[in-house]
């Protein structure tokens, strides 16, 4: 609390200028105040005598820096521990963390075939309504006996037509044809080329000329 601190006079602001002015008085008045506010700001606190100090403040000893930083730094560790351990503890609450339950192998063979028939059974469904919807089936139209003749009779015509066609086609390019009558040979003449093609050869044509004789040695 400020002491004798009584209230200061608001400077007079002439009407005619903007900057207040002040009195002799209200200058020296001012001054005295400031002073009074720099003294007391600038005294060193009191002590209080050690009867006025608490019990537990009495027999207090004043540490070395030696201990004052040991202390602090023991303060500083124990500290840090304390934050990990509430950290652990905070993390463990919140994200607790559970074995996975193991199904048995019967369970899991229960479960994928219940899926797999849910799956089809949902797909079929699908396939109906959309086939329902989109395609419609023409009714099956079942012919008659002659119908049935005339298309038998017409895929058979048809496919004489193409075989003769493909045989006309086949001869054109690969059969020989003279160009005039084919000759007739007389008995004389079919006798003579029977000997002739009789007779044998000689040794002298059965030699190779590279390995010599190859027959009849």
Same mark, same amino acid.
């Given at each position: 609390?400020?002491?004798?601190?009584?209230p200061l006079?608001?400077?007079?602001?002439?009407?005619?200028?903007s !900057?207040?002015?002040? /009195?002799?008085?209200?200058?020296?008045?001012?001054?005295? @105040?400031?002073?009074k506010?720099i003294?007391?700001?600038?005294?060193?606190?009191?002590?209080?005598?050690?009867?006025?100090?608490?019990?537990?403040?009495?027999?207090?000893?004043?540490?070395?820096?030696?201990?004052q930083?040991?202390?602090?730094?023991?303060?500083?560790l124990?500290s840090?521990?304390?934050?990990? !351990?509430?950290?652990e503890?905070? +993390?463990?609450?919140?994200?607790?963390?559970?074995?996975?339950?193991?199904?048995?192998k019967?369970?899991?063979?229960?479960n994928?075939?219940?899926?797999?028939?849910?799956e089809? /059974?949902?797909?079929?469904?699908?396939?109906?309504?959309?086939?329902?919807?989109?395609?419609? +089936?023409?009714?099956?139209?079942?012919? !008659?006996?002659?119908?049935? @003749?005339?298309?038998?009779?017409?895929?058979?015509?048809?496919?004489?037509?193409? @075989?003769n066609?493909?045989?006309?086609?086949?001869?054109a390019?690969?059969?020989?044809?003279?160009?005039?009558?084919?000759?007739?040979?007389t008995k004389?003449e079919?006798?003579?080329?029977?000997?002739?093609?009789?007779?044998?050869?000689?040794?002298? /044509?059965?030699?190779?000329?590279?390995?010599?004789?190859?027959?009849?040695?």
């Amino acid at each position: 609390m400020v002491q004798d601190a009584s209230p200061l006079k608001l400077p007079m602001v002439d009407s005619r200028s903007s !900057t207040p002015t002040l /009195s002799a008085a209200d200058r020296k008045e001012r001054a005295e @105040h400031q002073q009074k506010l720099i003294e007391r700001l600038t005294k060193s606190p009191k002590r209080a005598p050690d009867d006025a100090k608490p019990e537990w403040a009495k027999d207090a000893v004043k540490l070395k820096p030696e201990k004052q930083d040991k202390m602090v730094e023991r303060l500083y560790l124990q500290s840090v521990k304390n934050l990990a !351990t509430r950290r652990e503890q905070q +993390e463990k609450k919140v994200y607790q963390y559970e074995n996975p339950k193991t199904l048995p192998k019967t369970a899991i063979e229960e479960n994928v075939s219940r899926m797999m028939d849910h799956e089809i /059974s949902k797909r079929k469904t699908i396939q109906e309504r959309l086939q329902l919807k989109y395609y419609q +089936e023409a009714p099956v139209k079942k012919l !008659t006996t002659e119908e049935v @003749h005339e298309n038998i009779k017409r895929l058979y015509d048809a496919s004489t037509r193409n @075989h003769n066609e493909r045989q006309k086609q086949l001869e054109a390019k690969y059969a020989f044809k003279p160009a005039g009558e084919p000759k007739k040979l007389t008995k004389t003449e079919m006798q003579s080329y029977t000997e002739r093609l009789a007779k044998p050869k000689p040794p002298s /044509s059965l030699e190779n000329p590279l390995y010599g004789a190859t027959h009849g040695s």
